[in-house]
């Protein structure tokens, strides 16, 4: 159920807003992850890590919709099945390296820095898909290309673009 929350925001404030909140909430949360430490030892840490872990997970909830609908708004129909593809083949490679990644930054920084290190650099990776991503795909599209709709009905005139594609082929 905590992923309606995310549906919500993808539909009040679009796909892009939505990505940016989450990137920039779970890149402080992450980063201050590292900052309980100053509490003392026991039972306080662990209620703390939860929490913030916890919020940190509920911001993260547009991440795969809000992917989606970029795709799905950027991208012309047969670019889309690459694209979603890509997008896949990120998170799976992101997941798989955390544990080598991160953990080589615990060995060499201790936990806390890692945690704040790791929250810098999405901080980093959210700020640049800010300054890159518009609110309206056509003005991401190259000069002299053919520019991607920025509403759903530009979507249904690409599949029924495609659609006449395919029923000429014989």
Known sequence: FIMTPGGWQIDQNDEVKALAVMGLSFGVLEATTGLVSAFPAGNTVFVVLIVIRGI????????????????????????????????????????????????????????????????????????GWMFYARERPELAAPSGSETRPSDDSGVAARASEHSELSTDVE
Do not use: C
């Open 56 to 127: 940190a997970g509920g911001t993260s909830t547009p991440l795969h919709p809000g992917a989606s609908r970029v795709v799905s708004r950027w991208m012309l129909l047969p670019e889309q099945p690459l694209a979603n593809g890509m997008v896949t083949a990120a998170a799976v490679l992101g997941l798989s390296s955390t544990f080598y990644l991160f953990g080589w930054l615990m060995d060499k920084f201790d936990w806390p820095a890692a945690f704040a290190i790791a929250g810098g650099a999405t901080l980093l990776v959210i700020s």
